[in-house]
Structure formats: structure tokens, C-alpha cells
């Protein structure tokens, strides 16, 4: 009964064949298809009902998928669903008063501090400073705008480093079982976005492309993307998985280029290479929770996953 029910009820543990870069890729992918679709609706719904649509449509999907009751009294799924829902009605609030470009460099600098806790060495450090230079060149931050959306675009970047604490957390616990609490998080989130974006979207209801727009959000932003996150984080430490969230930048040229035909001038493409020599160039440490398989009776031990004080939560 200790070990075999996470063994069976878990799905990361029926997906070691896959490496976890991989499912990190899916949801880099999706990251920025689901904006595609938030587009339409910018021009019928305001921002706060853009969010609305795309937690409420993904909590019906997690409930039909994954009935994940048993969940909803997790103290840090409770967290983060209250973070789901304030994380997504900043971003969207603060892309309509600024640049998605400055929005996202915002947006990264937390998540680069996050990579760096747990660093040992110096090729590591020179994989976040790699990083950080490569978002810079990217998104080309740009301090203009009104104090609002900067306030907004803040706010979004904190809540989007506490996403990863949390959701890191959350995919390493077996007693949560990962994709579960992740939809158990999204029912919380939508009860906790509804008072903001429910007026918002209430007269948009009846309108067959805002709906249908606003599932599409969902699914390819809140659905597939955090599913796959949930994969990954599960097989790596939280601070590889931070620095490899540097990558959504190039992720974002290469999708404006094949979806948008939006060409990358010379200075993107060079901080692509540098975010992607970063994600080269980092190693984790020997003792990492990643390893595939370990051994018997070691389950309970290996991460700390059930001891205070343990790297997850440092």
C-alpha cells in the first residue's frame, strides 16, 4: 500500500519513456497557440471575460477528464488556484495596456531568480546569465506605458514565479496525484475568477464565436499546456524547469513565424541562440529528483517529498 498505488494511480509514473524536455515542449508550443485565439476575442470581450472564458473552460474539461474531488481540500491546490485566477486576469489586463513584449520580459525576471536558487557552479551560472541576456534581446524591454499595466505586468510576473513553486510542488506530491490537483486547482480557480470576469463575459454568453473562442483559449492554453508542465515538473527540479522556461520567448519567434508569418529580424534570432545555448549549457546536480527509477523503498525519501525543509520548498 506505500508504494504501489503512486506507481499506479500517478500518471507520471506510467510516462517515464518520455523525456520530460518533451513534454516541456508541448506546452511551450501551446503557451502561445491559446493567444492566437485570445485575438478574436479582444475585439468582443473585455480582457477579465477573456480570462474568465479560458478558466472556466478548462475547469469543465479537468472535472470530465480527471473528477479530481478528492483533491479540492489540498491546502497548495487551494493556492494555486487562487493564483490561476489572479495570474490570468493580470496578464491579460496588463497585454492590453502594454507591449506583449514588455509584458513578457516582466514576466521572466522572477522565474530567472528562480533558476538561480540551487546553483553550485560556475557552468550554471553561466547558463542563467545566458538566459537572462537572451530574454533581454528578445523581448526588448521597453519602460514605457501607464503605471497601471506596469503595476498589472508586476503582479503577473510574481504570480507566475509562484505558479511554478507551486505547481512544482504539487506534481512531485504522489498524494495529490499531479494532473489531479491541477484540475482540482482549476475548479478553485474559476469559483475565484468569477466575481472579476463574470460580468465581463455575461452579456458575451449567447455569442457562438466568443464560446467557442473562449474554449479554444482554454483548452490550448490551460488544458494542454499545464498538463504537459505538470509531466515535466514531476522529473525535473524545480529550478532546471525555471531556466528552461527562458525558451517561451524563442518559442514565441518560432510560432509568429510559422502561424503569423511574423519573420524574426537578426537581433531575435540571435536571442534565441542565446536562450537555447542557456538551456544547453545548464546541468543539473547529480542528486536531482529526476532520475527515473529509484530504488525500492527509497520512494518515500528520495526529493523529500513528504519532510519539511526540503528543496522543493526552499
Do not use: K
Request: charged share 15%.
Amino acid at each position: 500500500m506505500s508504494e504501489c498505488p503512486d506507481a499506479e494511480q500517478n500518471p507520471v509514473m506510467r510516462s517515464r519513456t518520455v523525456p520530460p524536455q518533451a513534454y516541456f515542449a508541448g506546452s511551450a508550443v501551446f503557451h502561445y497557440l491559446g493567444p492566437a485565439f485570445a485575438v478574436l476575442l479582444f475585439a468582443r470581450v473585455a480582457p477579465a471575460g477573456v480570462a474568465w472564458l479560458r478558466i472556466v473552460s478548462a475547469a469543465i474539461v479537468f472535472a470530465a477528464w480527471r473528477r479530481p474531488w478528492r483533491a479540492l481540500g489540498n491546502a497548495d491546490v487551494i493556492a494555486l488556484g487562487v493564483v490561476l485566477a489572479a495570474m490570468n486576469v493580470c496578464f491579460y489586463e496588463a497585454i492590453a495596456r502594454l507591449p506583449l513584449g514588455t509584458v513578457s520580459a516582466i514576466e521572466f525576471l522572477p522565474v530567472i531568480a528562480l533558476a538561480a536558487i540551487g546553483l553550485r557552479s560556475a557552468r550554471n551560472g553561466l547558463a542563467l546569465g545566458l538566459a537572462a541576456a537572451g530574454v533581454y534581446v528578445l523581448t526588448r524591454i521597453q519602460l514605457r506605458g501607464v503605471a497601471l499595466g506596469f503595476g498589472l505586468a508586476f503582479a503577473n510576473a510574481a504570480l507566475f514565479a509562484l505558479y511554478i513553486v507551486l505547481a512544482h510542488r504539487i506534481a512531485r506530491r504522489p498524494g495529490v496525484r499531479g494532473i489531479d490537483g491541477l484540475g482540482a486547482a482549476m475548479l478553485i480557480a474559476a469559483v475565484a475568477i468569477t466575481p472579476i470576469g463574470g460580468p465581463a463575459v455575461a452579456p458575451h454568453l449567447l455569442d457562438p464565436v466568443a464560446l467557442g473562442a473562449g474554449i479554444g483559449v482554454g483548452i490550448s492554453s490551460s488544458v494542454i499546456p499545464y498538463v504537459c508542465d505538470q509531466l515535466a515538473m514531476a522529473r525535473l527540479r524545480r529550478e532546471t524547469y525555471s531556466l528552461m522556461v527562458s525558451l517561451l520567448p524563442a518559442t514565441a519567434t518560432a510560432v509568429g513565424f510559422v502561424v503569423l508569418g511574423q519573420v524574426p529580424s537578426v537581433r531575435e534570432l540571435f536571442g534565441v541562440l542565446m536562450v537555447v545555448a542557456a538551456v544547453a549549457v545548464h546541468r543539473e546536480r547529480a542528486t536531482t529528483g529526476a532520475e527515473p527509477r529509484p530504488r525500492p523503498g527509497a520512494r518515500a525519501g528520495r526529493a523529500g517529498l513528504h519532510t519539511p525543509g526540503t528543496r522543493l520548498s526552499r
